[in-house]
């Protein structure tokens, strides 16, 4: 769309100012590689995010963590012969959902129970790994015991009453910290929100997609523009294995002209739209 703008085949409306003139939030690169040398583990939270939420919740100042997954667990895996559950339909791993005690698909809506036992090799050697925003409430909760904590995910949000409640206490400030997918990203002015935790800036970038990139910048501009929109200024902290990714550096400068100018270059050369066409062929 902003490539048929600069043609001349849209008209392109710019908006130059945050809304009451508010200052861009500061955006930290926090560098997992090395948290995980630090901690010799994969760490929910890095020190940094850590020490910027305890930070936050003794001036009474709000927390936004995003992570764009559902679930407690995004796999369950076994230790012995190395197999994964996965959905008899789409062949892509089952989450585990540890408020309803079962596996789920993402794509079909296919349940299953979860076996005591491998169904493969028989052992009892059954593990959970990868996490998504049921786990971070779970992991926040407990390393913040005084602080309250809640989850909006397609999950947790099953009745239109409950996203509304949700959003009236967090704006009413009786939420501290706020974990959600990607229904936080846009379009909510919290004004004492002056945190935004990006758990894992990695998950849509590594998607077999050329428009990956291009998402994950939005999404980090989308969710970073939720800080700092009262008059305490806000600060973003982004969790990646890939700093140098063009997206995450641009997206840290907020420099839409510049990513666009890099990921048009990149398309050219490879032959991607807007330069031709693409199509796509679904077999079922």
Same mark, same amino acid.
């Given at each position: 769309s902003y490539y048929n703008a600069t043609i001349g085949k849209y008209r392109l409306a710019t908006l130059t100012q945050r809304v009451d003139d508010r200052q861009m939030?500061? /955006?930290? #690169?926090?560098?997992? @590689? *090395?948290? $995980?040398?630090?901690?010799? !583990?994969? !760490?929910?939270?890095?020190?940094?995010?850590?020490?910027a939420i305890a930070d936050r919740l003794e001036k009474r100042e709000q927390t936004i963590l995003f992570l764009n997954r559902r679930g407690f667990s995004t796999s369950l895996l076994c230790s012995n012969c190395g197999e994964a559950r996965d959905c008899p339909n789409c062949s892509v791993a089952l989450t585990f959902h540890r408020h309803v005690a079962r596996l789920s698909c993402h794509l079909c809506g296919h349940t299953a129970a979860v076996p005591k036992k491998c169904p493969a090799c028989g052992k009892d050697a059954l593990i959970y790994a990868g996490f998504g925003t049921e786990k971070v409430e779970s992991t926040?909760?407990? #390393?913040?015991? +005084? !602080?309250?904590? @809640? $989850? /909006?995910? !397609?999950?947790? /949000?099953? $009745?239109? *009453?409950?996203?509304?409640?949700?959003?009236? +206490?967090?704006?009413?400030?009786?939420?501290? #910290?706020?974990?959600?997918? *990607? /229904?936080i990203a846009k379009g909510l002015h919290f004004p004492n929100v002056t945190l935004v935790g990006i758990i894992n800036a990695d998950l849509a970038l590594h998607l077999p997609d050329f428009r990956a990139g291009e998402r994950t910048f939005q999404l980090l501009t989308q969710v970073a523009g939720r800080a700092g929109r009262g008059e305490t200024p806000g600060e973003v902290f982004v969790q990646t294995y890939t700093p140098f990714s063009p997206s995450i550096q641009f997206a840290r400068h907020h420099d839409f002209p510049g990513y666009f100018q890099q990921e048009l270059g990149f398309r050219e050369r490879c032959d991607f739209p807007p330069f031709k066409h693409a199509i796509l062929i679904t077999v079922r």
């Open positions: 939030p500061l /955006m930290r #690169i926090v560098d997992l @590689r *090395q948290e $995980r040398r630090k901690e010799r !583990a994969i !760490a929910i939270l890095s020190e940094k995010l850590r020490g926040v909760a407990h #390393i913040f015991p +005084n !602080a309250t904590v @809640r $989850r /909006m995910d !397609a999950d947790s /949000m099953t $009745r239109k *009453q409950a996203y509304r409640d949700t959003l009236l +206490n967090f704006r009413a400030g009786k939420i501290d #910290i706020l974990v959600g997918t *990607q /229904m």
